[in-house]
Every structure is written in structure tokens, then in C-alpha cells.
């Protein structure tokens, strides 16, 4: 008996550790309006039922998403078969539904991409960012309110493609493409549109995103079998994939679509490594309000101080940072010490690596402090997000850049040391 009641009391205590360690809180009627209504914090809400196999299917990669987006965004669960009248407020008429609470909790967002925890993870935090950018006076990108792929007032990311266009740029080029068969009158195009540009937007040098009028270009349409709108087709280069393109099955927001593009990046391993700013105009074309997110500018040791070797792992770092924080951020890097002017108005005489997070819609920057390894960035970004960096006024605006060479890649002797004859 002394044996089983031990042993009784040893599962009773691994269990509760076990549910102690959950970071996703459950949610009732009587505490849904103080926890999240009531709350600050962005709200990701599954409302579900025990008996639901897809919410079954979900539960661990919700538990997964808890423990690495908290306290960023806060994590709950509702019985909504339990709590019906709590689901039907909100609209719940299968399960699992997704619903996620921001800065406006009496109208929360739709979840519809895809139930894994990254997928989920990358479209909080890009809701963290736009809301950021809101309360900074930035707002989200502009963009057209159609199915075109206009921006508005600005250059528009997407690729507006005509038969000839298309020919040249998707068939014969050597990049993948998204492309997006539209109809000027349809009302799920038009709420495409602003969605496709931002996206378009984000990826901008990295993949290319396209839009194709299939009500003007109709043999294109029939080609590719386009039979409703909007249409979303993948071209790849790869395994006749130009001549045989799979559809695009994910969600229609823009993180969805980032999303998406990020995983073909990283499985054809075309993840482009952030551009070294030799001019204004990289900047200018890297860090701008039409663009949205925030810009992250590294300054590295001069190559005499590291070698090739050492600035292609900075890199990495960098670019390990912005996969794990999201493309949000915009990635740059310039050699420390060939801009002065801003370096002292930022007060970087620490030495290098050093690293800044830039708003271009609020032209504030942040310093980070600390370590330069791509969790430590990765870290720091997180902390800008949640607004818990110090910031300061980066003006004037926008910030002035010399003209330098772009480095080539290599390492670089040192200059040769002139004999002194001291004869």
C-alpha cells in the first residue's frame, strides 16, 4: 500500500510538472473577457472539441507554438464544444477554428494557413509587426485595393505579366515564380490584391511574385487550365515544372504567402544573403515606409580584421537571425567605419560587429547590445518587437551613405611594409 500510494504520488507529480510546463492557457466564459478581451497582448485562440480528430492533430503543434511565441503573443485554447455560446460570438462554425486577437479585440483575424507551429508562428509575428508599425505612425504597406498588383502611389512590387512577359520572364528565366490568374470583377481578386503586393513587398530581390489579367491574356488561362479566380499557380525551373505548374493550396494573407515562399527558399537552398550597402540607393531601395518591416543594418569588422572567412559566418549569422525572426526584418550589412557621421550619431564606438534595427515609418533606430551570434540577434529583434529596446531619433532622414566598392568575396592582404633604410 505505502509502495502504490509512492508511486501514485510520483505520476500525480510528474503530471502536474508536465501541465506546469504548458504555456497554452485554457479559456472559459468566465475568463475569455479579463484574459484576453481586457489584455494588451496579441490573443492566438484556437476554439476546438475533444472529440475533433484535426484538433487532435493540432494540440501538439499548438503547445509547440506556445513555448516559442511566449510571452510575444499569448497562447489559449476554448472548448467550444463545451462553451457553444463562447464559439458562437466569435463565429465558430467548425473546429479547429483560429482566431487571432490584436490591437482591435472586438474584431479578431481569421486564421487559414497552414496548423504548424512555424507556419503559425510566422503570421503572429508579422501581425506583431504591422501592429508595431501602426502605433509607430507607420501603418502597413501601401498597396492597391484591386486585383492588380498597383501599389498605392509607389512602385509596385508585383509582376504585372502579358503573354510575351510571361514568355520571357517565367518560361524562359531560371527563377520560380508565384503567379496569381486574376479577373478584374472578382471580389476575391480585389481582396487579394493588397495582400499579394505586400507580400510581393517582403520578398522583393529574393522571389518573384506575378499577376496575370486572365480575362485579357485568355490563352494563358486555358494553358494552365484556370477555371475560377483567383488562381495561384507555382512555376519552377526544376522537373518541367515551367510546363507543368502545381497549384498553390496555402492561405491568401500576406504572411501565408511569405511563408510559403520562405519554405521554397530554403528547399532549394536560394536564400539570398543580405546586400551590402555600397550606395544611397541600396538603402533607400532596402529601407523605405513602401517596403513595410524593419530595417537591420550590421556593421562588420574591416576585412583585415576578420578575413573572408570570418565575414562569410557574420553573414550566416545575419541571415540565421532573419529565419528565425521572420522577413519583417530587412537585412544589411556595411563595413564598419566608412560612414562615420551615422556611426557617432548612434554612438557605435564600442568597436564591431555592431548591429541597429531601423523604422522607416518612425525613423527610430535601436542599438543592440551583447553578443553578435544569430540567437542573439534573433533576440534583440524579438525585444524591438515587444517594444522593450530604447529607441532614438534617426534623423536627419534618410540617414546619408558614402559610395564605397562592394566587396568581392575574397580576403584581402595586407599592404607591404616599406623598408626604412635608417643609414
Given at each position: 500500500?505505502?509502495?502504490?500510494?509512492?508511486?501514485?504520488?510520483?505520476?500525480?507529480?510528474?503530471?502536474?510538472?508536465?501541465?506546469?510546463?504548458?504555456?497554452?492557457?485554457?479559456?472559459?466564459?468566465?475568463?475569455?473577457?479579463?484574459?484576453?478581451?481586457?489584455?494588451?497582448?496579441?490573443?492566438?485562440?484556437?476554439?476546438?472539441?475533444?472529440?475533433?480528430?484535426?484538433?487532435?492533430?493540432?494540440?501538439?503543434?499548438?503547445?509547440?507554438?506556445?513555448?516559442?511565441?511566449?510571452?510575444?503573443?499569448?497562447?489559449?485554447?476554448?472548448?467550444?464544444?463545451?462553451?457553444?455560446?463562447?464559439?458562437?460570438?466569435?463565429?465558430?462554425?467548425?473546429?479547429?477554428?483560429?482566431?487571432?486577437?490584436?490591437?482591435?479585440?472586438?474584431?479578431?483575424?481569421?486564421?487559414?494557413?497552414?496548423r504548424t507551429a512555424q507556419a503559425i508562428a510566422k503570421h503572429l509575428l508579422l501581425h506583431v509587426a504591422d501592429t508595431?508599425?501602426?502605433?509607430?505612425?507607420?501603418?502597413?504597406?501601401?498597396?492597391?485595393?484591386?486585383?492588380?498588383?498597383?501599389?498605392?502611389?509607389?512602385?509596385?512590387?508585383?509582376?504585372?505579366?502579358?503573354?510575351?512577359?510571361?514568355?520571357?520572364?517565367?518560361?524562359?528565366?531560371?527563377?520560380?515564380?508565384?503567379?496569381?490568374?486574376?479577373?478584374?470583377?472578382?471580389?476575391?481578386?480585389?481582396?487579394?490584391?493588397?495582400?499579394?503586393?505586400?507580400?510581393?513587398?517582403?520578398?522583393?530581390?529574393?522571389?518573384?511574385?506575378?499577376?496575370?489579367?486572365?480575362?485579357?491574356?485568355?490563352?494563358?488561362?486555358?494553358?494552365?487550365?484556370?477555371?475560377?479566380?483567383?488562381?495561384?499557380?507555382?512555376?519552377?525551373?526544376?522537373?518541367?515544372?515551367?510546363?507543368?505548374?502545381?497549384?498553390?493550396?496555402?492561405?491568401?494573407?500576406?504572411?501565408?504567402?511569405?511563408?510559403?515562399?520562405?519554405?521554397?527558399?530554403?528547399?532549394?537552398?536560394?536564400?539570398?544573403?543580405?546586400?551590402?550597402?555600397?550606395?544611397?540607393?541600396?538603402?533607400?531601395?532596402?529601407?523605405?515606409?513602401?517596403?513595410?518591416?524593419?530595417?537591420?543594418?550590421?556593421?562588420?569588422?574591416?576585412?583585415?580584421?576578420?578575413?573572408?572567412?570570418?565575414?562569410?559566418?557574420?553573414?550566416?549569422?545575419?541571415?540565421?537571425?532573419?529565419?528565425?525572426?521572420?522577413?519583417?526584418?530587412?537585412?544589411?550589412?556595411?563595413?564598419?567605419?566608412?560612414?562615420?557621421?551615422?556611426?557617432?550619431?548612434?554612438?557605435?564606438?564600442?568597436?564591431?560587429?555592431?548591429?541597429?534595427?531601423?523604422?522607416p515609418a518612425k525613423k527610430r533606430y535601436a542599438v543592440m547590445k551583447g553578443t553578435f551570434s544569430g540567437d542573439a540577434?534573433?533576440?534583440?529583434?524579438?525585444?524591438?518587437?515587444?517594444?522593450?529596446?530604447?529607441?532614438?531619433?534617426?534623423?536627419?532622414?534618410?540617414?546619408?551613405?558614402?559610395?564605397?566598392?562592394?566587396?568581392?568575396?575574397?580576403?584581402?592582404?595586407?599592404?607591404?611594409?616599406?623598408?626604412?633604410?635608417?643609414?
Amino acid at each position: 500500500m505505502v509502495r502504490q500510494a509512492i508511486l501514485l504520488l510520483a505520476v500525480s507529480c510528474l503530471l502536474s510538472a508536465a501541465l506546469a510546463k504548458s504555456k497554452v492557457e485554457e479559456l472559459t466564459p468566465q475568463n475569455f473577457k479579463s484574459t484576453v478581451l481586457e489584455s494588451d497582448a496579441t490573443w492566438a485562440v484556437s476554439f476546438y472539441a475533444p472529440w475533433c480528430g484535426h484538433c487532435k492533430a493540432l494540440a501538439p503543434e499548438w503547445e509547440k507554438l506556445a513555448s516559442a511565441i511566449s510571452p510575444t503573443v499569448r497562447v489559449g485554447s476554448v472548448d467550444a464544444d463545451k462553451h457553444k455560446e463562447l464559439g458562437g460570438q466569435y463565429d465558430v462554425r467548425g473546429f479547429p477554428t483560429i482566431k487571432v486577437f490584436g490591437k482591435d479585440k472586438k474584431k479578431p483575424e481569421a486564421y487559414q494557413g497552414e496548423r504548424t507551429a512555424q507556419a503559425i508562428a510566422k503570421h503572429l509575428l508579422l501581425h506583431v509587426a504591422d501592429t508595431v508599425n501602426t502605433a509607430l505612425g507607420g501603418g502597413k504597406p501601401k498597396s492597391s485595393s484591386s486585383g492588380g498588383g498597383g501599389g498605392g502611389g509607389g512602385k509596385s512590387a508585383v509582376v504585372n505579366l502579358n503573354e510575351s512577359q510571361f514568355k520571357e520572364k517565367v518560361l524562359n528565366g531560371k527563377d520560380e515564380w508565384l503567379v496569381a490568374f486574376v479577373a478584374p470583377w472578382c471580389g476575391h481578386c480585389k481582396r487579394l490584391g493588397p495582400e499579394w503586393e505586400d507580400a510581393a513587398k517582403q520578398l522583393q530581390g529574393e522571389f518573384k511574385l506575378g499577376m496575370v489579367d486572365a480575362t485579357v491574356e485568355t490563352s494563358l488561362a486555358q494553358r494552365y487550365g484556370v477555371n475560377g479566380y483567383p488562381t495561384i499557380k507555382l512555376f519552377t525551373p526544376e522537373g518541367g515544372g515551367k510546363a507543368s505548374p502545381s497549384d498553390y493550396q496555402g492561405g491568401r494573407t500576406a504572411s501565408d504567402i511569405v511563408g510559403y515562399a520562405n519554405s521554397r527558399l530554403e528547399a532549394t537552398q536560394k536564400t539570398t544573403p543580405p546586400p551590402e550597402i555600397t550606395s544611397q540607393g541600396v538603402f533607400d531601395e532596402q529601407c523605405n515606409s513602401d517596403r513595410g518591416g524593419i530595417c537591420v543594418v550590421a556593421f562588420l569588422p574591416h576585412i583585415l580584421d576578420d578575413q573572408s572567412k570570418q565575414r562569410h559566418a557574420r553573414l550566416e549569422q545575419l541571415m540565421d537571425a532573419r529565419k528565425k525572426a521572420g522577413r519583417t526584418f530587412k537585412m544589411m550589412w556595411v563595413v564598419g567605419g566608412e560612414n562615420g557621421d551615422i556611426e557617432d550619431k548612434m554612438g557605435l564606438g564600442f568597436g564591431y560587429p555592431a548591429l541597429v534595427a531601423l523604422s522607416p515609418a518612425k525613423k527610430r533606430y535601436a542599438v543592440m547590445k551583447g553578443t553578435f551570434s544569430g540567437d542573439a540577434i534573433a533576440a534583440f529583434l524579438e525585444n524591438v518587437l515587444k517594444g522593450k529596446e530604447s529607441t532614438s531619433d534617426a534623423k536627419p532622414w534618410p540617414l546619408k551613405w558614402r559610395k564605397v566598392p562592394e566587396w568581392d568575396g575574397k580576403d584581402e592582404a595586407p599592404p607591404e611594409e616599406e623598408e626604412v633604410d635608417l643609414d
